[in-house]
């Protein structure tokens, strides 16, 4: 079996983390088998499509790294991918089934089905509809249609026993028929429902597994029917668990509004992974390790490795819930795999959003000791806010001295420095770090530089938490680091 899978969201809105998560799935399933990934858009809720929601998803997904072989750019061999331009073949294979009695025209009206809707609750039936239309004659129905009375489809689900769902990591699910309704497949406007759309585009487009929510599995029994009553070979079904909040507790809601433990926003849009100071691989490896394992304790790897070993079969069906903190982790890990100026280039975007402008050279100096203390670009500003503006000055002199530093060791060893930097020649990270220890090992009373260090570090940068001192001197420049310490030697007046 040629192995075809799809991600086929719908245009209403931003790109939820949940569907990159199995896009991601589908997406390593086929390339594991050197199969064919597809994007197909569900847009028949033309009521909440959002216009640009299309482009979007699809931005977001070529961050990450996931492409399609088919798709509504792209095209390909069972186009169109977009179902509102497929109604014509809905509307057939609806006609086909209602030609061959597994399905029918319902007339009701919405006031009709708010009395269904009330006496069957009324019941405990939450059905809401009754099926009074279900076993009407060719007449009766010629009749409703030429009096011009709108009308919707129905599939005839059936009455007794049992359909079973297989599922690909649950086994066998048992469902009593008597539960279900009558599911409209087809709506008034002509445009089918999810149900029906779904069952027709995976046939003729030769999904070979559907990979999707565990929430469809309530309503997988219709597509079960469905496929019984076309003659088509059903797909693979593969019900992905439901991904649970940092806390565990409730499913990870399209809202954004909770925080984890540490008190960190929890993110959930794709956009605000892309724009987080993350970096794509990143996210994708933590969204790897989300209900699958790679074995071997292994954690941090490529999507080249995961491919390699990937199977849906191995995916847990059990809810999971995404630990955030790890994927701080994961890309901490991968910037410290970067070179410095590729973590210049992944940095200044973000700096510059905050109003910051540093030059490359100055970055280039502070990224390699940068790169063991970033977990996102983001920490960046604050780590190099120095470099792109005034810092604040101490409120006064005693705050520039130690335990090991006294008020005027700490007035003369600011003073030699500030003389020793104006004359420099050359002005390197060598010849500065070797200085500025030798400095400090004359002015502290145990004759160790780190105390003098620590405090020169606060005045160069005026921040308490920044790149160490040689680097954050040197990325300042000459003149700056100068003027800087003429205003720290005014405090000691």
């Known amino acids: 079996m040629t192995v075809r899978t799809r991600f086929a969201p719908s245009p209403t809105g931003y790109l939820h983390i949940g569907g990159v998560w199995s896009a991601l799935f589908g997406w390593l399933y086929a390339r594991r088998h050197g199969g064919q990934f597809l994007l197909r858009i569900e847009d028949t809720d033309t009521k909440r499509t959002v216009p640009g929601a299309l482009e979007s998803l699809m931005t977001s997904l070529r961050w990450f790294g996931i492409d399609w072989d088919e798709g509504p750019d792209i095209g390909g061999p069972f186009g169109p991918y977009i179902q509102t ?7 057939e294979w609806a006609n086909w089934l209602i030609e061959h009695d597994y399905a029918y025209k319902c007339f009701a009206t919405p006031e009709e089905l708010a009395e269904m809707r009330a006496a069957l609750e009324a019941k405990g039936d939450r059905s809401g509809y009754d099926r009074r239309y279900r076993d009407l004659s060719a007449a009766e129905v010629a009749t409703l249609e030429a009096a011009g009375r709108e009308y919707v489809v129905r599939f005839k689900m059936p009455l007794t026993g049992q359909t079973v769902v297989p599922d690909l990591l649950r086994g066998d699910v048992v469902f009593d028929n008597e539960q279900f309704t009558d599911y409209v497949i087809l709506k008034s406007n002509g445009l089918p429902t999810y149900h029906l759309a779904h069952v027709i585009d995976d046939h003729f487009m030769q999904i070979s597994h559907i990979t999707r929510g565990v929430e469809w599995l309530n309503t997988a029994p219709i597509h079960v029917n469905l496929f019984k009553a076309f003659g088509w070979e059903m797909p693979v079904f593969v019900h992905l668990p439901v991904i649970l909040n940092p806390s565990g507790k409730g499913k990870l809601s399209k809202r954004h509004q909770a925080f984890t433990e540490d ?7 794709a956009d605000e992974f892309m724009h987080g100071g993350y970096l794509p691989e990143a996210v994708l490896n933590f969204l790897a390790n989300i209900g699958w394992t790679f074995g071997d304790d292994v954690e941090k790897f490529t999507m080249d490795e995961a491919i390699a070993r990937f199977d849906l079969a191995t995916v847990s069906p059990a809810p999971t819930k995404l630990p955030y903190s ?8 991968y910037i410290q795999e970067m070179e410095p100026l590729e973590l210049a280039k992944a940095v200044r975007p ?11 050279d100055a970055l280039l100096m502070v990224m390699p000791p940068m790169r063991v203390r970033l977990k996102r670009f983001t920490d960046a500003i604050e780590f190099l806010r120095f470099l792109g503006e005034e810092m604040p000055l101490p409120e006064n002199a005693e705050a520039l001295t130690h335990k090991q530093l006294p008020l005027p060791a700490a007035e003369a ?18 010849e500065i770090s070797a200085r500025l220890m030798a400095i400090g090992e004359r002015h502290t009373t145990s004759g160790k530089a780190g105390p003098f260090l620590g405090q020169m570090r606060l005045a160069v940068t005026g921040q308490q938490v920044s790149p160490p001192l040689f680097e954050s001197v040197v990325a300042l420049g000459r003149n700056r680091v100068v003027a800087r310490l003429d205003q720290i030697l005014a405090l000691f007046a």
């Open 85 to 91: 331009q497929r109604k014509a073949l809905y509307q």
């Open 326 to 333: 790890k994927l701080d982790w994961l890309n901490g890990q």
């Open 350 to 360: 973000y700096l510059e959003a905050a109003g910051l402008e540093v030059n490359v």
């Open 413 to 430: 060893a600011f003073r030699e420095a500030r003389d020793m930097l104006a004359m420099l020649e050359p002005f390197t990270l060598e």
């Open 263 to 269: 008190g960190n926003e929890i993110l959930v849009r």
